[in-house]
């Protein structure tokens, strides 16, 4: 009984604050419960715990009348589905593992050697949206998956930004394979992760209907027990970090070519109520929670990002948060990384035909093209990673050997473009845009005395 007595003392108290604020505790418990179909006589084992759990309710609504009164310009909280949960419970609607991804992440900018993210400021939009390339909001529940919705919603950005045919694909698949034999995929993981498993295994990644969420870890299916792939015609083949910064993010989320970013981000006790405004948070710098960022914008003269989580369309604003933006708010803009991911559907051509600004920068002299006719032209090429050339001129199947020795050939040639080896075109143009699907190479030659 004794146990007892700080439950009741805290529940009372708490249940007085709120009344003397016109709120019914009681009534506001009953009305959550029914809301969100949870009888909590059902749940609890015994009296105490059915207590434990109303002191727990009392303290989360206090929580939200507390920050809804004190702080009317920021973002709106409410009483949610987590009120009738403990803190431990519903910390386990998070579910990131850490623990390996910083030297991964060092090691992927040191392969890139970027210093920021290459983006034309003056292209840049105030507004940026894609959640009209991307599925529903799903849920993950209480299993510690949201590594693998952070993977797929970037992933399933890539596959559906040129495609008319919207595909939805499957995170228990990542849940059940990526970790198989090492450890529980409920209990955390790391989205880049989910890309080289799928890189790795066949470009595996099934469709959320052949390959349905269930919300625990189960025994891998792929190929070998007829699973299908859920992106044919696409091949991902590997991660891509940002370096850190809100600077950086907003360079890629404004590039089309890049757009949904998967990010790692601190929740505290405060994210669980969030429903509507832009969310902002202090103590939150430790990463346990993966999202991922879909777009931006201005709300009521502040800026925000358009963030996407995996708890449902019933929490937040339809299942998106608008995340202050600027402050790199919870680290928000620490980890931010995206697949690699090049081809298109089966029923797209070889061009995305996104050439509309090839005409830019004519005059502009791209390369030496050795019109001296008594002077050797020597030759060489530089890769342009993720870069669509400028301007074509021939082929479309041509290898890329074959590409550059007609393009030497080519007096007005100074570029080959490759979708992957064997489909190769010309170019005029030793300049390039961001497109991921294809790799750019710019002829650079001299002229010297035979």
């Given at each position: 009984m004794m146990k007892l007595l700080p439950?009741?003392?805290?529940?009372?108290?708490?249940a007085a604050v709120l009344s003397s604020s016109g709120i019914d505790l009681r009534a506001?418990?009953?009305?959550?419960?029914?809301?969100?179909?949870?009888?909590?006589?059902?749940?609890?084992?015994?009296?105490e715990e059915s207590k434990q759990h109303f002191a727990d309710f009392c303290q989360f609504a206090q929580d939200v009348a507390k920050h809804n009164a004190e702080d009317p310009n920021g973002y709106f909280a409410e009483v949610n589905m987590f009120a009738l949960m403990s803190k431990s419970e519903r910390y386990q609607y998070t579910g990131l593992n850490a623990s390996d991804i910083i030297e991964e992440q060092k090691r992927s900018l040191s392969k890139r050697r970027m210093g920021s993210v290459p983006v034309a400021i003056e292209k840049r939009q105030s507004n940026v949206d894609y959640t009209s390339k991307l599925p529903p909001i799903k849920s993950q529940g209480s299993c510690g998956?949201?590594?693998?919705y952070g993977a797929v919603a970037a992933l399933e950005y890539q596959v559906n930004r040129n495609s008319n045919n919207l595909k939805s694909l499957s995170e228990q698949q990542y849940l059940d394979c990526v970790y198989e034999g090492?450890?529980?995929?409920c209990n955390g993981g790391w989205p880049a992760e989910c890309y080289d498993w799928t890189r790795d295994n066949g470009n595996m990644i099934a469709s959320e209907k052949d390959y349905p969420y269930v919300a625990s870890d189960g025994a891998c299916r792929g190929a070998a027990q007829g699973i299908k792939t859920g992106i044919k015609g696409y091949s991902v083949t590997g991660t891509r970090y940002l370096p850190k910064g809100d600077a950086n993010m907003l360079a890629a989320v404004s590039d089309k070519?890049?757009?949904v970013i998967s990010i790692a981000f601190g929740v505290v006790d405060s994210f669980f109520s969030y429903r509507s405004g832009v969310y902002s948070a202090t103590g939150c710098s430790s990463i346990n929670h993966a999202m991922d960022i879909v777009g931006y914008g201005v709300e009521g003269g502040q800026n925000f990002w358009k963030v996407r989580n995996s708890w449902g369309p019933g929490w937040g604003?339809?299942?998106?948060?608008?995340?202050?933006?600027g402050p790199n708010i919870c680290a928000i803009s620490n980890h931010g990384h995206y697949p690699v991911v090049t081809g298109s559907d089966a029923d797209d051509g070889e061009d995305d035909g996104s050439d509309e600004d090839d005409n830019e920068d004519d005059n502009e002299d791209d390369s030496d093209n050795g019109d001296d006719e008594e002077e050797k032209k020597v030759c060489?090429?530089?890769?342009?990673?993720?870069?669509?050339?400028?301007?074509?001129?021939?082929?479309d199947n041509m290898n890329k050997a074959d590409a550059q020795k007609a393009c030497v050939?080519?007096?007005?040639?100074?570029?080959?473009?490759?979708?992957n080896d064997n489909k190769c075109w010309l170019n005029k143009k030793a300049k390039g845009k961001a497109n991921v699907k294809f790799t750019g190479y710019a002829l650079k030659c001299r002229t010297k005395a035979v």
């Open positions: 439950v009741l003392v805290l529940s009372a108290v708490i506001l418990y009953k009305k959550t419960q029914a809301k969100y179909g949870v009888n909590m006589n059902v749940v609890s084992s015994s009296p998956s949201c590594w693998t090492t450890r529980n995929g070519s890049i757009g604003n339809g299942g998106y948060v608008m995340v202050s933006r060489r090429w530089v890769e342009k990673l993720e870069q669509k050339m400028k301007q074509k001129i021939q082929g050939a080519s007096e007005e040639c100074n570029a080959i473009t490759c979708k």
